[in-house]
């Protein structure tokens, strides 16, 4: 069964650096997602994408955070200079067009900023 | 501006037993969809169930059933016959099928249900 996979499992980063999360999508899937999810928060959404543009970002999506699609297959979050909040688990998730555009879930990139 | 509640932060439900964890959501739109999801410990997120605002009948997946309830905005989850196994962390969320806000999902605070053997 197709999955979206996401690299690396954990990153952990110093104050300030950049760093950037990766994820391969389901390959026929159109649609992007980035969420991240505090230690026992809930989980937030950050950006969405379709046809190679952003199509709704929230407002913690702010100037330091990027999303690209650089090749057809890997979809990435760039962090432009961390910081201490920006510690959380980080979802990519995609879908495809349908009724319920049920999106898929990968495993999640444990980020800590120290 | 679109919000999900689930005013339940735990519960807890005796094994084989039934469970209905609540979500309330509000929104403007005629238009949406909404969803459940559940997250173990290990931190995938696998989705139970959808139910769209324009079906006439409430979706079922297996053991879960979504009672939709329109006209008090409410889309709780009922898990038949519970297992271990389920015990884990869910989450409703709501999709806006709308001109505007087209591609964002609304995730509620969570429920954390623990099954006792």
């Known amino acids: 069964e197709p999955e979206v996979t996401q690299t690396p499992s954990h990153q952990v980063t110093q104050m300030g650096q950049e760093v950037i999360l990766r994820c391969v999508p389901i390959?026929?899937?159109?649609?992007f997602y980035w969420y991240r999810q505090i230690l026992g928060q809930k989980v937030e959404f950050l950006v969405s994408?379709?046809?190679?543009?952003?199509?709704?970002k929230s407002e913690i999506f702010d100037d330091q955070f990027s999303v690209e699609r650089p090749d057809g297959s890997n979809f990435t979050l760039k962090i432009r200079s961390t910081k201490l909040e920006d510690s959380a688990m980080y979802f990519c998730?995609?879908?495809?067009?349908?009724?319920?555009?049920?999106?898929?879930f990968g495993p999640g990139t444990r980020l800590t900023v120290t | 501006a679109q919000k999900i509640t689930q005013t339940q932060p735990g519960m807890f439900v005796q094994e084989k037993e039934a469970v209905t964890l609540d979500c309330t959501y509000d929104?403007?739109?005629?238009?949406?969809?909404l969803f459940w999801y559940k997250q173990p410990s290990s931190g995938e997120m696998i989705f139970l169930i959808y139910?769209?605002?324009?079906?006439?009948q409430n979706a079922t997946e297996g053991r879960y059933s979504l009672n939709f309830q329109k006209a008090r905005k409410s889309a709780n989850l009922v898990i038949s016959a519970s297992q271990l196994g389920d015990s884990a962390m869910y989450f409703c969320?709501?999709?806006?099928?709308?001109?505007?806000?087209?591609?964002?999902?609304?995730f509620g605070s969570g429920t954390k249900l623990n099954v006792k053997p």
């Open positions: 390959s026929n899937h159109l649609y």
């Open positions: 929104t403007s739109d005629q238009s949406y969809g």
């Open positions: 998730a995609s879908s495809n067009r349908g009724r319920s555009y049920e999106q898929y």
């Open positions: 994408f379709y046809n190679n543009e952003i199509s709704e």
């Open positions: 139910q769209g605002s324009y079906d006439e």
């Open positions: 969320a709501m999709r806006d099928l709308g001109r505007n806000n087209f591609n964002k999902f609304y």
